[in-house]
């Protein structure tokens, strides 16, 4: 190499000269680099000889670090002029130098896809020929979980998933450093998925409800008792199978033993009544695991999930860990690193390895949930990002960095925050507020302060709902229990609903039915500022940028608001019902209907373009489902007051006086549909003063 070359230039004839074997992920992280030469300059590269990049393993003499995944790039004094080799030391340290090649020089964005950012197009990239070096990560093994992904397994016609889905979710993972994932939740053994995620060069692991990535022992065996105690065979049998199948593979192996349907296995198994029973099966099954592992993978990386009983069972002293296995320590859903809530119980146990343990930890962490009460699917993290840095650096700070597992959810409502979390494995620590500004000043060239100041007000404006700062609300706040107080009131039952006590307190229904309507109200106003000053941002913008405003995050305010509206009319319609006024629970009944249908028709101008169909199927939050649960009450509330004939109302309160006395019935049999009726009562009473 000589002292003093001159910069590369880089334009739509460079060639690029691939010295490293032909590997599936090479030829995968190829492709990307195709397609991004083609979009900056219009051609497709040309490939072979006399290149002016080369891309090649390390060789001794070389820049490029000794650590997994390392890169670098250094610049040689070729025949034609300046050479660019990018150098690997490993396969992820090709594609990684591949990308961060595509991202710095070519200017593509690491959410490029799902920001719908186009690269600039150019005629020409002066490139100064200083080397550079990567920095080695501070997580070593780090990725996403696409759990949940109701909106990813919808957004095309073909189940499970295909190509065309996953890869852009495996592309970003890789484009923001990630080398791990857990390639969806319970999808179907013959998907896609996994395999391509294999043959991008990702590491896979598991959910810890599957242990090894084995079948569910009740799916593999129906009709049998999912007991370890009364079936070991059957168990191991199915764990020897996920092994055989993945051997080859790159895995991070979860041992685990949970039961069926993610929940303590002693729900199926009964005769572990002790935490010493318990903890002693659980330990004896993770080795057994761990065993089988060791006796066909050589060196195997093998994780396990510190989540719920067990993490309680483990600081108890009843399990024991085998040396070398991560320990993975989970936050509660909300971003907090403690134990999280089941139903009304909320120990908030903290979550992390204590000062002292030994052997490697890791965390698992949220940045979107579903847990149907008040987590955040379908919008982004209700907390401020502050919060998410000071757990993950506090997480770090006792030792548990060697693995973070983010739940990506369905990736597009959650860029910042998976934003965010790459720069915290990548540097081990973030400035929320500079992270902030750069996601935006990637995304919009005006309007960069203001937009700023939407995502922060974002975070103000989600429902405090508790004591502690992650008591924030998502978008399932303003749907699952709306639907529980629904179900609650037309089942005919005024005791305290037991499953609302996590939230309200224990107080009586029509109490708890205050309690919410007063955290929706008190939240509106809040909400509808945000969304009058997000659209008079956008009307600033271009048209591409206005649009990528909406999708990403006006579509959450607009969530936001018409699900407090919602749920505060349908509370509404409930205390009016309860002193037996029913036109007017019947008039707050449909503005609950009309509120949440809103946030339908505000997810469904986001799904334009090549966003068309992604949120049909929302199954989780459901806005449909509150929508037909609305719709009941209101019919149940007209049948209160207007039955049989569904005329009561309308001659009580809207026919002429003049006409009350003397109409025929046999010109008025064609009732008003609840729609119109209320509207015509709500502009009855309202003038009234009622």
């Not at 979009?39 to 060789?59: H, Q």
């Not at 051997?247 to 033993?257: G, T």
């Not at 939230?503 to 039915?513: L, P, R, T």
């Not at 007017?584 to 946030?599: D, K, L, P, R, V």
């Amino acid at each position: 190499m000589r002292e003093g070359l001159s910069g590369l230039i880089i334009n739509a004839a460079t060639g690029y000269d691939i010295r490293t074997e032909w590997s599936t992920p090479i030829k995968h992280v190829w492709s990307m680099v195709v397609r991004d030469h083609e979009a900056v300059f219009g051609e497709i590269p040309r490939l072979g000889g006399n290149a002016g990049i080369v891309i090649r393993y390390a060789k001794e003499g070389d820049l490029c670090p000794d650590w997994a995944e390392g890169f670098c790039f250094q610049f040689v004094d070729g025949e034609a002029g300046p050479m660019l080799h990018i150098i690997g030391r490993d396969e992820l340290g090709v594609i990684y130098g591949l990308l961060h090649y595509s991202h710095t020089v070519l200017g593509v964005d690491p959410f490029w896809f799902w920001a719908e950012l186009a690269p600039a197009k150019r005629d020409s990239i002066l490139v100064p020929a200083i080397p550079y070096v990567s920095v080695e990560s501070k997580v070593r093994y780090r990725g996403w979980f696409v759990n949940d992904e109701v909106c990813l397994i919808g957004w095309k016609e073909q189940y499970p998933p295909s190509e065309e889905v996953w890869m852009p979710v495996f592309e970003a993972l890789l484009r923001c450093g990630g080398n791990m994932v857990i390639p969806g939740t319970d999808l179907p053994k013959t998907g896609i998925h996994a395999k391509l995620a294999a043959e991008m060069g990702l590491w896979i692991t598991h959910h810890h409800a599957e242990p090894l990535g084995a079948e569910m022992f009740l799916r593999a065996f129906p009709g049998k008792q999912a007991s370890y105690k009364e079936h070991p065979e059957l168990f191991e049998q199915l764990w020897r199978e996920a092994i055989e199948h993945q051997k080859k593979d790159k895995i991070v192996w979860v041992l685990s033993f949970r039961g069926q349907g993610d929940k303590p296995f002693w729900e199926n198994d009964p005769a572990f009544d002790t935490p010493e029973k318990r903890g002693r099966l659980i330990s004896s099954v993770v080795q057994k695991q761990y065993d089988m592992i060791a006796e066909q993978v050589d060196q195997p990386v093998c994780s396990m999930a510190m989540y719920g009983e067990i993490a309680e069972l483990y600081k108890q002293g009843h399990i024991q860990v085998p040396d070398g296995v991560i320990k993975m320590w989970a936050d509660n859903g909300y971003g907090k690193m403690v134990s999280r809530r089941h139903g009304n119980l909320n120990l908030r146990v903290p979550a992390l390895p204590e000062i002292g343990d030994e052997g490697k930890n890791g965390v698992y962490y949220h940045v979107t949930f579903h847990d149907l009460q008040a987590s955040n699917h379908l919008t982004q993290f209700p907390a401020s990002a502050q919060l998410i840095v000071d757990e993950l650096s506090n997480a770090f700070a006792v030792g548990a960095s060697g693995y973070l597992l983010v739940n990506a959810g369905n990736i597009l409502p959650h860029l910042y925050t998976l934003d965010l979390c790459a720069q915290l494995w990548r540097d081990g620590k973030a400035d929320a507020d500079t992270q902030l500004r750069s996601f935006v000043e990637r995304f919009y060239s005006s309007e960069q302060e203001s937009i700023i100041r939407l995502y922060q007000d974002y975070a103000e404006n989600t429902i405090h709902y508790g004591p502690n700062d992650d008591d924030r609300a998502g978008d399932e706040f303003y749907h699952h229990p709306a639907r529980m107080i629904v179900g609650h009131w037309l089942q005919g039952r005024t005791d305290t609903n037991t499953r609302l006590i996590w939230a309200s307190g224990d107080v009586s229904f029509i109490e708890q039915v205050k309690w919410f309507r007063q955290k929706a109200e008190q939240a509106i106003p809040g909400w509808e500022q945000l969304l009058k000053q997000g659209i008079a941002v956008a009307d600033r913008l271009t048209e591409v940028e206005r649009n990528r405003l909406a999708v990403q995050l006006l579509v959450q305010i607009e969530l936001h608001l018409s699900g407090c509206k919602g749920l505060a009319s349908i509370c509404a319609a409930y205390e009016s019902c309860h002193v037996e006024q029913y036109p007017q629970a019947f008039i707050h009944a449909s503005h609950a209907i009309w509120n949440y249908t809103a946030g339908q028709e505000a997810l469904d101008r986001a799904a334009t373009g090549q966003w068309d169909n992604f949120y049909r199927a929302d199954w989780l939050t459901n806005i449909a489902n509150t929508v037909n649960h609305c719709e009941t009450a209101r019919k149940f509330l007209r049948l209160q007051g207007d039955s049989p004939d569904m005329f009561l109302w309308y001659k009580e309160y809207l026919m002429p006086e003049t006409e009350k006395h003397i109409y025929l019935e046999n010109t008025h049999r064609n009732p008003l549909q609840d729609d119109e009726l209320a509207k015509r009562l709500d502009e009855r009473f309202n003038s009234a003063g009622h």
